[in-house]
């Protein structure tokens, strides 16, 4: 069998980091190592100003030991880039947050309009104290990206963006390491560092928003596949007969359910009668997903109906990638995740019915706790690893 | 990043198994282990019997360095369990076969029937003097296998193996460890052993036979998912209004292309005038996938018609698999690999077409190289992987 280990140096950072201020005679325990190897390891850390000393540990019946912690300047940046909004965040190396910012964006606007954006909340962040420099930044984009170049390739929404230097600007621009990820990527290392998937080790996290997509956690870490684009199921086809989709083929996944075509079924229902979406159209003559999740919250006939087909579309979907991929976990995420229970129930049902047995035997299907603070969660969990890295 | 190390005992045992004799110095380079720590791991494993001495390499410039080979008298047992065949190899530490039988036989005799055969197949070969003892045995059969348990889960064409102790039987029976897998997982890892799929850590192993199933190769192993039944392919759902499948649902990929599919489907083609089919039912009465093969080498339109149908079906699926898991090869094998060409190209199509350009700009579609033999091959690196193991 395979052993993973990572190096010492990492897993020291990485623990401190998840569970705060621990005592030299408990880390060397946890992390099996000889004592004067952990002591030597802790002491070059402090002096490359990773770490400090945090007075002295209660006692475990011999010597006192003494508390070791992330040193408190570490900074990350977090930034998770949605078709429509910005959210940015900055943390401390434990990934609390000390100053966060979100507001609305449209990523057509272009990398340089969009990445000047983040970079002018990020000054504004200084400016506030939040920081004075850097230790990495981590950041998440609406479509495909080539983990290895840190740039997106060929994203489907975001014109202008293709092979992008995204890391290169950030990281010219703070002196900092960067590490950019698809946004699905990041809201699985999210949920996985902070939210429902905290104790599993191969999970799907399903995000659907204005697209579909699915970071897939596998041996601890994200699989990205040969090219870096695992896990685009969005554009899978479930009906050869289906609408066109805006990646040029017809019947995808996303272009049959997700909350762009959640919003033009809408459309369509609301003029065939529901009352519900009727009378929103009416008020506000735009509609979108969210009309439709209030709408069946009240009961609409019609809204209950788009979510539940949409809910079987996916869930067709997830059959298959259950039967391929047997995970542990399914995971719902993104803004559509507001559809609740009516989805939820609708996916399960067609999972459990059309999967192998053995692989729905024990497999939760749940949805994201973390909501929104997914992927800055997850971006800045790479930041801090790419950051911990450099301290080899 | 993750650093995957296996222990350097593991690591010596294959390099020896993988490319035969080589020097003590040449080996403390390859490993990279101090020369000191590799002499004792050779003492230790000269000692347990794993390895000998085999003379003296030829001259690196400063002193002749003493070659190194696994133990002449290492033996694995390889068996690949076919719905209709027993295939049985013995092997030498190289792996090298220095016995093999081959015999047709139902997988629905059940256990008891099938293992005794085994086992007589085994006690032939060492009578006729290919083995005094086996250090280890592998066994793929043609269901799911809980790997851990190494026992058979719910197959569906294997009645009265569920759940079956085929482990515990073959290890009571011979002394010596035995790993049981899914008879797709051995044919991967047979063809990344020694086939097409050499150079390559992360690829898709695709079987077309009696049914259909997936080998997933990933970070230079088999993943087998949760419970260990990832790559259930073959009850993928691709027509929801299709047949009947064996498993209980409807339009499952194995019902509408596997060999068994294709059989029926021949018998369809052969009444409706399908001139190549209605010869050969005329003469022998019954229609198998290699009659429809044939019929198409001879250009008979309705034997294409059929292999084209099954190859854009599979393809679908495939670019499914394919948006999801971004590997970077797809192997193709199993009985059905026969058809050859005709179905590489519709498959091919489907797959290009269907997946995101990403994904696919440099992904080869190849038939397995191995062929009948990749199951065997795999099976006796499993084998050998658990013998080495125990050398800890």
């Given amino acids: 069998m395979r052993v993973t280990i990572d ?10 980091r998840n569970e705060g201020a621990i005592s030299r005679a408990e880390l060397a325990d946890r992390l099996q190592l000889p004592r004067p190897r952990l002591l030597a390891e802790v002491e070059r850390l402090v002096a490359a100003g990773y770490l400090v000393e945090a007075g002295m540990a209660a006692s475990r019946g011999g010597r006192r030991s003494t508390l070791v912690e992330l040193h408190p300047r570490l900074r990350f940046a977090a930034v998770d880039l949605g078709a429509s909004s910005i959210d940015v965040e900055v943390t401390n190396g434990r990934l609390e947050p000390v100053a966060n910012y979100t507001e609305e964006a449209d990523i057509r606007s272009g990398p340089k309009v969009i990445l000047h954006r983040v970079n002018e909340l990020l000054a504004k962040a200084r ?31 975001m014109p202008g963006w293709d092979r992008f230097g995204v890391r290169e600007l950030l990281t010219r621009e703070h002196g900092c390491p960067a590490v950019v990820d698809n946004d699905v990527n990041i ?18 996290f399903v995000k659907i928003g204005t697209g579909i997509g699915c970071g897939i956690y596998l041996n601890d870490g994200v699989y990205r596949g040969t090219d870096g684009c695992a896990g685009d199921i969005g554009h899978i086809q479930v009906d050869p007969h289906g609408p066109m989709c805006s990646c040029g083929n017809v019947g995808c996944l996303e272009a049959l359910f997700s909350g762009t075509a959640l919003a033009r079924d809408a459309m369509v229902a609301a003029r065939a009668g529901s009352p519900a979406l009727a009378d929103r159209l009416a008020a506000r003559g735009v509609l979108t997903a969210r009309d439709v999740a209030e709408g069946a919250t009240e009961g609409d006939v019609a809204c209950i109906k788009l979510i539940r087909e949409g809910g079987h579309r996916l869930g067709s979907v997830l059959a298959s990638l259950v039967s391929f991929a047997n995970p542990s976990m399914i995971v719902i995420g993104g803004g559509l995740a507001q559809l609740g229970h009516i989805l939820l129930a609708e996916i399960r049902s067609a999972v459990y019915r059309r999967s192998l047995p053995l692989a729905t035997g024990n497999l939760p299907i749940v949805l994201s706790e973390l909501g929104s603070r997914a992927g800055v969660t997850g971006a800045a969990v790479l930041a801090s690893d790419v950051a911990f890295e450099q301290a080899s």
């Fill in 127 to 157: 400016v506030e104290g939040a920081y004075d420099r850097l230790d990495a930044i981590g950041i998440g984009v609406p479509g495909p990206v080539s983990f290895r170049d840190g740039v997106p390739v060929s994203p489907p929404i």
């Fill in 187 to 204: 809201m699985a290392v999210g949920e996985q560092h902070g939210g429902v998937a905290h104790s599993v080790q191969d999970f799907l």
């Fill in 7 to 16: 190096p010492p140096y990492l897993r020291l950072l990485r623990l401190l």
